[in-house]
Every structure is written in structure tokens, then in C-alpha cells.
């Protein structure tokens, strides 16, 4: 498990500009995000990510099963949306399978209200609101502790390589929990569960995010390991 102490690094922020436009931009220096685990048992269904001050900057809203008959596969998950503190839809995140899955590998992927590049078609329009295809995350661990995220192109493929890992490191016992995301090799994201009370009940990440690096990204990517393992790994809830 790397040291929190220079483990982060800056980056170059992308000409494409960050996910999630000037919501927690890292473009003057490094950020802290504060958000659920989901450890040890699922995210909850509304999970709210702040700053360090404990200001809003976005609620990821966490999709229920679609319905299946019984004794079938566990279900894919509607898509789980994401808002600005008015309530506006501002990002999403779905599954890439078209069938209950079944065997890892298995995919995930962010969606914007604002697009990467100029003239890209919109993938999917909800409540009136275009969304516009950014990253894919895709694991072949079982367990889905170990993932790569991809850009999409403009053509609507993965970019190649994968821009970033990203990797949860389990603990025996007790948190913290802590997961990093690299980029190169480099450190771009490095998060903690902390206990918000003297206990571990309602726990949340604080995460670092490098200058530069896309926090709006970073975060939502985070959730998207245990969407994938809530269809693949454990029980739909």
C-alpha cells in the first residue's frame, strides 16, 4: 500500500477540460473529495460528494435492479445518475453489458452533460439532457479490486492505452480502506475511508486528487468498481 506522502503528482490538465467543467477543478492545485465507500455493504442510494469545507458539489444517485424473472442472473442496474446541487443532470454512469453478467470481464462507463470534443454526438439524452460518452472502466478481477479506465474517442472507441489504474486495496479486519489511481505510473488520486463519527457507521472516502488531474472523473470512476461487483460479485440490492 503506497504512502500518502508524495505519492501524488501533478498533472497537465487535459485540453478537452475537465469532466465535470469547473465542479472541484484541480486547474490552481490539488483538491479533497468526500464521499461513500460503499464498504462494506453497497453504496448507499444517494451519495453525496463535498469538499473539504463539507460544501455540495454533486449526488450520485445510485440505480436500482432492473427487474428479472426469478431464479435468473443477477440483474444489470439501471443507470445511475448524477446532479448539480439544483438538481440538474450533469453526468451518468451505465453498465456496458447488454445481459446479466456472468463471468468478469465486464465494463462500466461516464457520461457528461458537456462534451469531450467538438461535434460529438450525444450517446444518450435524459430528462431532456444530452450526455455525452467520457470514460470507460473495465476490470478482469474477479473480485473488481483492479480496473483500468479508457477515454472514449471521438469516433466513439476506447482510446488506447488505458489513461489510468486504478486499484482498491483490501484490508483484513477494520478500515481504512484505501484505493489510488495512477496515470503512467504516476500518482493522480489517493483516497482513505475516514470515520465520520467515533465509529465506522456512515464512513466516507477523503480523496485527493493531484493538480490537474480530473477530479469529476476520479470520482466517478471510484463508484464504478462496486457497481460492477454489485452485478457481478454479490447479490443485487
Same mark, same amino acid.
Given at each position: 500500500?503506497?504512502?500518502?506522502?508524495g505519492?501524488?503528482v501533478?498533472?497537465?490538465?487535459?485540453?478537452?477540460g475537465?469532466?465535470?467543467?469547473?465542479?472541484?477543478?484541480?486547474?490552481?492545485?490539488?483538491?479533497?473529495?468526500?464521499?461513500?465507500?460503499?464498504?462494506p455493504?453497497?453504496?448507499?442510494?444517494?451519495?453525496?460528494?463535498?469538499d473539504?469545507?463539507?460544501?455540495?458539489?454533486?449526488?450520485?444517485?445510485?440505480?436500482?435492479?432492473?427487474?428479472?424473472?426469478?431464479?435468473s442472473?443477477k440483474?444489470?442496474?439501471?443507470?445511475?445518475?448524477?446532479?448539480?446541487?439544483?438538481?440538474?443532470?450533469?453526468?451518468?454512469?451505465?453498465?456496458?453489458?447488454?445481459?446479466? *453478467? %456472468?463471468?468478469?470481464?465486464?465494463?462500466?462507463? +461516464?457520461?457528461?452533460?458537456?462534451?469531450? =470534443?467538438?461535434? !460529438?454526438?450525444?450517446?444518450f439524452?435524459?430528462?431532456?439532457?444530452?450526455?455525452?460518452?467520457?470514460?470507460?472502466?473495465?476490470?478482469?478481477?474477479?473480485?473488481?479490486?483492479?480496473?483500468?479506465?479508457?477515454?472514449?474517442?471521438?469516433?466513439?472507441?476506447?482510446?488506447?492505452?488505458?489513461?489510468?489504474?486504478?486499484?482498491?486495496?483490501?484490508?483484513?479486519?477494520?478500515?481504512?480502506?484505501?484505493?489510488?489511481?495512477?496515470a503512467?505510473g504516476?500518482?493522480?488520486?489517493?483516497?482513505?475511508?475516514?470515520?465520520?463519527?467515533?465509529?465506522?457507521?456512515?464512513?466516507?472516502?477523503? *480523496? %485527493?486528487?493531484?493538480?490537474?488531474?480530473?477530479? +469529476?472523473?476520479?470520482?466517478?470512476?471510484? =463508484?464504478?468498481? !462496486?457497481?460492477?461487483?454489485?452485478?457481478?460479485?454479490?447479490?443485487?440490492?
Amino acid at each position: 500500500m503506497p504512502k500518502p506522502d508524495g505519492f501524488l503528482v501533478d498533472q497537465t490538465s487535459p485540453t478537452s477540460g475537465f469532466m465535470l467543467g469547473d465542479i472541484a477543478s484541480t486547474a490552481e492545485g490539488p483538491v479533497m473529495l468526500r464521499y461513500p465507500s460503499g464498504e462494506p455493504f453497497g453504496l448507499p442510494t444517494t451519495c453525496q460528494v463535498v469538499d473539504a469545507s463539507n460544501n455540495l458539489l454533486f449526488t450520485v444517485h445510485r440505480a436500482g435492479a432492473e427487474p428479472q424473472p426469478m431464479f435468473s442472473f443477477k440483474p444489470i442496474r439501471k443507470p445511475t445518475i448524477v446532479r448539480d446541487p439544483a438538481g440538474a443532470i450533469i453526468g451518468m454512469l451505465s453498465s456496458d453489458s447488454e445481459k446479466p *453478467v %456472468t463471468t468478469p470481464p465486464t465494463g462500466y462507463s +461516464g457520461y457528461s452533460s458537456r462534451p469531450r =470534443f467538438e461535434g !460529438q454526438p450525444a450517446k444518450f439524452t435524459v430528462e431532456g439532457v444530452p450526455l455525452y460518452a467520457w470514460f470507460k472502466v473495465w476490470t478482469c478481477a474477479e473480485h473488481c479490486k483492479q480496473v483500468q479506465i479508457y477515454y472514449y474517442a471521438a469516433d466513439g472507441s476506447t482510446e488506447k492505452p488505458n489513461a489510468y489504474d486504478h486499484k482498491l486495496y483490501p484490508h483484513m479486519g477494520p478500515p481504512p480502506y484505501k484505493f489510488t489511481t495512477k496515470a503512467s505510473g504516476a500518482g493522480v488520486v489517493y483516497g482513505a475511508l475516514r470515520p465520520v463519527t467515533s465509529g465506522w457507521a456512515g464512513a466516507r472516502y477523503e *480523496v %485527493t486528487v493531484a493538480k490537474g488531474m480530473d477530479a +469529476g472523473l476520479a470520482a466517478l470512476a471510484s =463508484f464504478c468498481p !462496486q457497481l460492477l461487483e454489485d452485478e457481478y460479485c454479490r447479490d443485487a440490492r
